[in-house]
């Protein structure tokens, strides 16, 4: 059997989800073990690291990890994954970096330089970096660095593949490998493009380094990554590659097969009447990551895992729920993530005859499914999906126009804001308009902050519970 390269896209946490379903397809056909190389970008990057993570858990331990040993550690990374998921980290990194500019950033930085001479233990570094960095570090991967992962496995019959973070650098415009092998060849391409070795960045967190491979430009700050006496500033890696196969390619190893997970939906056809500045730069963005994969795939033979055709096994409905389901770093519900781990599955399914290397219809894969991933219990919707499962899955009933109805919440609000312009006027017309402003609008300024931010934390705690399968299965065999 050939060694594996395996490249995770990128897409947000759909990606994330959609790679699990992947992975999990490729320890049923024992072929997981034989990855080698596991490029990753964006939200591959977040999923990637997080298997890696707990890989290299399983690695210093002293015993063999044959294929029964892989498909139990996809079960505890999937398991932990969905309850990672199910938090908002979008609205985390907005919310914190937005409370967090409320203040200028000299007055803070000066105030916290004066407390951390008398409380050590407050960091402003910290507290002032990246918020998505910080995201990512809570939820996933704390303290650690890259040097944690890059010790050899402990059982000498165990293989570790080179994990590759990719990063797009903001300076010179070119790539940065993050890799795992310190002896990799691409660390002769960091070094060329960047003046950047591998153990200048031995101490680089992880977190920062998967922040750097996810950060969406014009969403997330661009993150600052030093060596050194130096520093560079990396976003997206899907800027110049959404796939991860570049980096396997420079790897210049040609017995490897590669596999690229792709996780991309196709450009949608817009119409507009207006656009803004900010609309046309994220759909200039699109187009321009759109362009880039389409050259990667058409100069390439490797086996390309996707949800752009059909599946056999999966309703058309589902797929195509699946592939247009947003690409963010929001909250995922437990359906959601469940189905975008079986759309995976079966859609790797379809090509690991090419990963084999056997021409198209010489044969089957070489296991069947098991059917105890924990996935699996979506099957009966996406197969037959119901309409509340495609409801959870975003799409919409079409509803006719109508009125909202006058509830007795509707009714007191309006007769407040009628009460409150009443008393808004009354302070104006007797006492000016600047008072009016300070006295009277402060108070709905108040409420808007405190109002909002309890509200988003109502909606992010709806979120953990909306979707999940307990919920589905009871609301079918109510029908």
Aim: glycine residues 10%; aromatic residues 8%; hydrophobic residues 45%.
């Amino acid at each position: 059997m050939h060694v594996i390269g395996l490249a995770l896209s990128g897409g947000g946490y759909r990606a994330s989800l959609f790679h699990l379903g992947v992975m999990a397809r490729l320890a049923d056909e024992g072929l997981l073990k034989e990855v080698r190389a596991l490029s990753t970008v964006s939200g591959g990057s977040i999923v990637g690291a997080f298997y890696y993570n707990m890989l290299c858990e399983e690695l210093r331990q002293n015993q063999l990890l044959d294929d029964e040993g892989y498909r139990k550690l996809m079960k505890r990374v999937i398991a932990a994954f969905v309850d990672v998921v199910q938090e908002n980290l979008r609205d985390r990194v907005v919310i914190s970096g937005g409370i967090a500019r409320l203040v200028p950033e000299q007055i803070l930085g000066r105030a916290l330089g004066a407390i951390h001479k008398v409380v050590p233990a407050i960091d402003p570094d910290k507290i002032l970096g990246s918020r998505l960095e910080q995201g990512i570090s809570a939820l996933m991967f704390q303290s650690t660095v890259m040097r944690d992962l890059m010790d050899a496995p402990v059982h000498p019959g165990n293989r570790k593949p080179e994990l590759i973070l990719n990063t797009s650098i903001l300076e010179n415009g070119q790539s940065l490998f993050i890799s795992t092998d310190q002896n990799s060849l691409l660390w002769r391409q960091n070094e060329h493009n960047h003046a950047i070795t591998a153990d200048k960045l031995l101490d680089l967190p992880l977190a920062k380094a998967v922040a750097a491979s996810a950060c969406v430009p014009g969403l997330f700050d661009p993150i600052a990554i030093p060596f050194g006496d130096g520093m560079v500033h990396g976003v997206d890696g899907g800027v110049l590659d959404n796939l991860g196969g570049h980096a396997i390619g420079l790897l210049q190893q040609e017995e490897m097969r590669v596999m690229l997970s792709d996780a991309s939906k196709p450009l949608r056809v817009e119409s507009y009447g207006e656009v803004d500045g900010v609309e046309s730069f994220f759909r200039i963005q699109d187009i321009f990551m759109n362009a880039i994969r389409d050259l990667r795939i058409g100069s390439t033979d490797d086996a390309i895992v996707g949800m752009r055709n059909e599946i056999p096994g999966i309703n058309p409905k589902v797929r195509t729920l699946a592939m247009t389901m947003r690409t963010d770093l929001n909250a995922f519900s437990e359906v959601e993530a469940y189905t975008l781990m079986y759309v995976g599955y079966y859609a790797c399914g379809e090509q690991i005859g090419k990963l084999r290397g056997q021409d198209a219809g010489e044969g089957e894969s070489g296991k069947k499914e098991e059917g105890d991933w924990p996935f699996m219990s979506i099957r009966p919707y996406a197969v037959a999906p119901t309409e509340g499962y495609l409801a959870l899955l975003g799409q919409k009933e079409k509803k006719r126009f109508s009125l909202p109805s006058l509830t007795m919440t509707r009714l007191l609000s309006f007769v407040y804001l009628l009460l409150y312009l009443a008393l808004f006027v009354y302070v104006w017309a007797n006492h000016g308009v600047n008072k009016a402003i300070l006295y009277v609008g402060f108070i709905p300024v108040v409420i808007a902050v405190f109002g909002g931010i309890l509200l988003l934390r109502r909606r992010v705690a709806k979120g953990k519970r909306k979707g999940t399968m307990a919920s589905l299965n009871g609301s079918s065999a109510s029908l």
